[in-house]
């Protein structure tokens, strides 16, 4: 009993393995190369799938065609635009696009028949008439090319730009065509041929011309209303400078009476050692001692109009004491201060 039902279930799934690799092999070869997981290949597959029970328009046929084309199977591609045209055979953009794939495959004569049909269906259809225009001049129907390059820029000027339209640098007639293209329409807009009543044409012209929205004036913004900083009059200002500019100069007075303090104290014991000198005989100063400053630079010597005898004369002025301009900076006196010293 076992083994007969074992048998059963063997019986069963071999049955159905047959069946699945028997599916598989019906299948389309592109089938068997989509990756798993790809959004790209996943999407073939969701749209072949459906195509198979029937659930796609004409419009994704002409989809499931074109991604199938890019992907690298243009015989595929060719099938679905034939199933998109068997439910549409009006459909331009079909014939267009089966005019392309043969194109592309070297089916020069089923390309020209396809463009052909779809510029029977829309004969403004201005890629269309480009490629037909395209193959005719590869094979050498120069004046069947003109023509629909012709009727390409016509209602498609932009197809002139390579930027848009790569494949017109491929093309030895296309700037003829160009050329008289744009004669034409150069021609036409230059035509003497105004409006004999132009007031009356214009009157029914306004009759469906939408009037203007009008537009609605900006309303101020109200916001939170800030009082200005302010400033201060004439006389205070100048009040204030004043005090400011007094303040400066007490400050550089002091500073500047500071230093000369220090340097006259200096001086002094300076002209002391030199009066020593002198009582010994030399009747010269000395030389100064290099280690009386705390820089290790000689003490300055006596004012200049001091006599050899090292009596002491009047100190020479000090910035610092005497001009009003070096108030106003008071590091001056400090530095003049140092450099009388270094000096």
Avoid at 141 to 157: C, D, G, I, L
Avoid at 205 to 212: G, I, K, S, Y
Avoid at 229 to 252: I, L, M, Q, W, Y
Wanted: some cysteine; overall charge neutral.
């Amino acid at each position: 009993m076992k083994l007969a039902t074992m048998a059963k279930i063997l019986a069963t799934g071999l049955a159905l393995l047959i069946l699945v690799v028997d599916v598989a092999a019906n299948d389309p070869i592109f089938v068997k190369w989509l990756v798993i997981d790809d959004p790209g290949d996943e999407t073939i597959r969701t749209y072949w799938e459906r195509a198979e029970v029937g659930d796609l328009t004409p419009g994704e046929l002409v989809d499931l065609g074109t991604m199938l084309f890019y992907r690298g199977w243009p015989g595929d591609a060719s099938n679905y635009f034939k199933q998109a045209l068997d439910a549409d055979p009006e459909m331009a953009e079909a014939w267009f696009r089966m005019g392309l794939v043969k194109h592309y495959s070297g089916d020069l004569a089923g390309a020209r028949s396809a463009y052909k049909k779809c510029l029977k269906l829309q004969s403004g259809h201005a890629w269309g008439n480009f490629y037909l225009g395209l193959l005719e001049e590869q094979t050498g129907e120069a004046k069947s090319a003109m023509k629909h390059y012709e009727t390409a820029f016509e209602h498609a000027p932009e197809l002139a730009d390579p930027k848009i339209n790569p494949e017109v640098l491929s093309s030895r007639l296309q700037l003829g065509a160009q050329v008289r293209h744009f004669d034409r329409e150069r021609f036409k807009n230059i035509m003497p041929m105004p409006y004999l009543e132009p007031k009356t044409m214009r009157k029914v012209r306004r009759q469906f011309e939408e009037a203007p929205v009008p537009t609605q004036t900006p309303q101020p913004t109200i916001g939170v209303r800030v009082s200005p900083t302010p400033v201060p009059s004439g006389d205070e200002e100048s009040t204030a400078s004043k005090k400011s500019r007094n303040s400066r100069k007490t400050t550089a007075a002091a500073a500047g009476g500071a230093a000369a303090a220090t340097t006259r104290s200096t001086g002094g014991s300076s002209g002391t050692t030199s009066s020593g000198s002198s009582s010994s005989g030399s009747g010269s100063s000395a030389s100064p001692d290099p280690g009386s400053t705390p820089y290790g630079f000689p003490t300055p010597p006596p004012d200049r109009g001091t006599t050899g005898s090292g009596g002491g004369g009047d100190v020479a002025p000090r910035i610092g004491d005497t001009s009003p301009e070096a108030s106003l900076k008071p590091v001056w006196p400090g530095l003049y201060a140092l450099a009388e010293v270094l000096v």
